[in-house]
């Protein structure tokens, strides 16, 4: 199902492209994707934002269309149309893997 070749990083937040949604999922009306740990946020200004519970390491999905993603301290970058699942970058560390903070 997902097509890990086309990713897109920015800042603590990672998109992977993939084939289709899955099933059950309820559309926000959010433009926000994520809150970085300083205020800043990941914003689009268009396409549809599919959250799930914050505790999991993929968060929500996307639906970009002439989607642009922006953020205070990174800029601005134009996705690619299709489908990404969002996920909250992780680094490893010797204590294991720990959420990278923005």
Avoid: W
Avoid at 40 to 65: E, M, Q, R
Wanted: charged share 25%.
């Amino acid at each position: 199902m997902k097509k890990e070749t086309l990713n897109v990083r920015q800042g603590d937040l990672c998109l992977f492209k993939i084939d289709k949604l899955p099933e059950g999922l309820t559309e926000t009306n959010t433009k926000i994707l994520v809150s970085g740990s300083h205020g800043h946020h990941h914003t689009i200004n268009k396409g549809k934002v599919y959250l799930k519970p914050v505790d999991t390491y993929v968060f929500g999905y996307l639906v970009a269309k002439d989607t642009t993603i922006d953020h205070e301290e990174h800029g601005g970058m134009k996705l690619t149309d299709g489908i990404y699942e969002l996920r909250k970058q992780q680094e490893f560390t010797p204590a294991g893997l720990v959420p990278v903070i923005d």
